[in-house]
């Protein structure tokens, strides 16, 4: 899972989200290269910013966030990982952000030493990061170019399989459009990853439930009317 576990009428779970995955976690398991699996509980910090840098890490499953905090306190969440993204790389000695826990986690930890020595697992690590990039340059889009409500809508619609951006299927001809999202990121962390305040969020979250575009069945769940309509809000059309 990314952010949330995601679920439709009448198919359960769903094991996947939203956006092609970086890497697929069983053609790049760090195990493959002596890797150690750890495993954390929700909200455990596996390393922090200034920490020095000694191993890799592969998520294996659940859901992690990169955030930086500023002097004053503000937070601003760079990057929540899915199952088979790479993370821990920095240019210096020292880890430039935060990694933490929004779900209980599995992780391969691979020493750096043994990077050096793969030219195997080097270009494994090569093509990861260079798909997480673009993944980085969508978001510095949101944070810069985008409306409130289409960031908000934007992060909803990342979370649906196979649904927005290029390659989209469209909706289900034999079903109805509506998809439900149980969270695993609190409004603030939401706040956080969109550049948004969580008066904005509940405010955004409101419009969107008044518009009849969603349904708040509780804080962590929320159901999608209408995949199509919200997906039209993203400012992508």
């Known amino acids: 899972m990314a952010y949330l576990g995601t679920e439709t009428a009448g198919m359960g779970v769903a094991a996947s989200l939203g956006g092609a995955r970086v890497c ?26 200034g920490d020095p840098v000694k191993r890799l890490y592969e998520l ?22 899915r199952p088979g993204d790479i993370f821990g790389l920095a240019g210096g000695e020292e880890y430039d952000c935060t990694a933490e826990t929004l779900t209980d986690s599995e992780v391969q930890e691979i ?23 673009q993944a980085l340059h969508e978001h ?16 909803f619609m990342h979370l649906v399989p196979d649904r927005g951006g290029l390659g989209c299927v469209g909706p289900n001809e034999d079903a109805d459009d509506g998809f439900d999202l149980k969270l695993h990121m609190t409004r603030q962390e939401i706040a956080d990853y969109l550049g948004l305040t969580i008066e904005t969020v509940s405010r955004v979250v409101s419009d969107l439930k008044r518009k009849g575009v969603i349904h708040v069945d509780k804080a962590d ?15 992508m059309h």
């Open 140 to 155: 510095a889009v949101l944070l810069g170019r985008k409306s409130a409500i289409e960031r908000v809508a934007s992060f």
């Open 60 to 81: 294996v499953s659940g859901s992690v966030m990169l955030y930086k905090l500023l002097p004053d306190g503000r937070r601003q969440v760079v990057e929540v990982l």
């Open 111 to 133: 020493d750096l030493r043994s990077v050096e020595r793969s030219d195997e697992l080097q270009r494994t690590l090569t093509k990861c990061l260079t798909n997480q990039m």
């Open 24 to 49: 697929e976690p069983r053609k790049t398991s760090f195990a493959d290269f002596g890797g150690k699996t750890a495993r954390h509980e929700t909200h455990a910090v596996i390393f922090y910013e």
């Open 221 to 235: 769940k929320i159901h999608l009317n209408r995949v199509c309509g919200l997906c039209q809000m993203t400012g």
